[in-house]
């Protein structure tokens, strides 16, 4: 009797199939699992600006042109940057990253402005850094992110804040009105927060209506742990997700 064929013919391993024989590959993210017993919640968390900002979250600043938006969030982050109390509420000090995709020259005026109020001598460093012009998340995310980790070298100190000013300007392709392209604004946000560990404040607009909130998707307000509408009268809390601030903050918009 003649031997019988094997019923499957083992293919050599060569260049172009190598990987069929190799075991696959662990996945590059790692699921959290936690038991019953391990979900009690942290009612000390750090926070950036006491009351207001935690520690690693996601904010948006948003109000019409010309309402101050962007001289409220400067003089936020330089408060941080500098260990001030910021209307009377305590903040941690430590670097922030400010990046001014929008008006990067005129910004720099509003920092001499700031030190000339303040009496801070023009040639002091403090733990704040400017990146004076548009970049886009959907591609310079790494490079931003190798940016700051250089930045927290210079320093000798992590990140704290980071401002993304404006949304417009970092968003890259798409539409913002469109859910999935906002999403790939949000994930970039998210990787930014897990690589730094830092708070991510993004400074936006709004739109037509001004009663329908911030300009684009709601997937954006979804995704937020506390957002702001700044007027020429006040800042407003439009959301927080721990806490719920009632009374408005009156500023002056010099």
């Not at 959290?32 to 926070?47: A, I």
């Not at 604004?185 to 991510?200: L, M």
Request: glycine letters at 8%.
């Amino acid at each position: 009797a003649g031997v019988k064929a094997p019923s499957k013919v083992m293919k050599p391993i060569d260049e172009t199939n190598v990987e069929e024989f190799l075991p696959p590959k662990p996945p590059k993210k790692k699921i959290t699992v936690l038991g019953f017993n391990e979900t009690q919640p942290n009612f000390n968390s750090d926070y950036l600006v006491k009351g207001l900002l935690d520690a690693g979250e996601l904010s948006l600043f948003y109000g019409a042109s010309g309402t101050g938006t962007r001289f409220v969030v400067l003089d936020l982050a330089l408060h941080v940057a500098l260990g001030l109390k910021w209307r009377d509420r305590k903040v941690k000090h430590g670097l922030v990253i400010y990046v001014a995709a929008e008006a990067g020259n005129g910004m720099k005026k509003r920092i001499l402005a700031f030190k000339t109020y303040n009496k801070i001598d023009v040639n002091q460093d403090e733990t704040f850094a400017l990146i004076p012009h548009s970049l886009n998340l959907q591609t310079d995310t790494e490079a931003l992110i190798l940016a700051i980790k250089e930045t927290e070298e210079r320093y000798k100190t992590k990140a704290k804040l980071i401002v993304l000013d404006t949304v417009a300007r970092v968003f890259g392709e798409g539409n913002e009105n469109e859910a999935q392209h906002m999403n790939r604004f949000i994930d970039r946000c998210g990787v930014i927060q897990h690589e730094t560990g830092a708070h991510v404040l993004a400074v936006h607009h709004t739109g037509k209506d001004e009663s329908k909130g911030a300009r684009g998707s709601t997937a954006l307000t979804g995704a937020l742990d506390c957002s702001f509408l700044v007027t020429k009268d006040c800042i407003k809390c439009a959301k927080l997700k721990e806490e719920q601030i009632t009374s408005e903050m009156y500023h002056l918009l010099h």
